[in-house]
């Protein structure tokens, strides 16, 4: 079973740059996941301040520049993991080493095989 973890990081973009002591416990945990092999892949993205949003009112593409107003809903880094269940998941997300504030979300990835046999074969497979 395939989960994202998400890092809401909480925190302004003018603190977005973690420090050497959050990098290195960050960079243990990541080996930890890679050596359990159940890592697929990781990432940490650049502040809102650098992104933008793409929205869809009355079906026409709208273009938003960061910074966005609600910036503790904004994704700072993202984990891929392959695991057996939800439950493992959740104890690998409770092992980030993070801070007082940031919140990892963990959602599991929709299989194709999650999807009625109609939607199956609309999905050619």
């Given amino acids: 079973m395939r989960f994202m973890m998400f890092m809401i990081p909480n925190i302004s973009d003018d603190d977005w740059t973690p420090s050497v002591e959050a990098v290195e416990a960050m960079g243990k945990y990541n080996d930890e996941l890679a050596k359990a092999g159940v890592l697929l892949a990781l990432d940490g993205l650049h502040p809102g301040s650098a992104g933008v949003q793409v929205s869809f009112p009355g079906g026409k593409a709208t273009v938003t520049d960061g910074p966005f107003a609600e910036a503790k809903e904004i994704i700072g880094g993202y984990w891929l993991i392959d695991v057996k269940s939800k439950e493992e998941a959740i104890e690998w997300a409770k092992r980030v ?8 979300e963990v959602r ?9 046999a109609e939607l199956q074969k609309a999905a050619g497979r």
């Fill in 97 to 104: 080493p993070a801070a007082d504030g940031p919140v990892v």
């Fill in 108 to 116: 599991q990835i929709w299989e194709i095989e999650d999807f009625p």
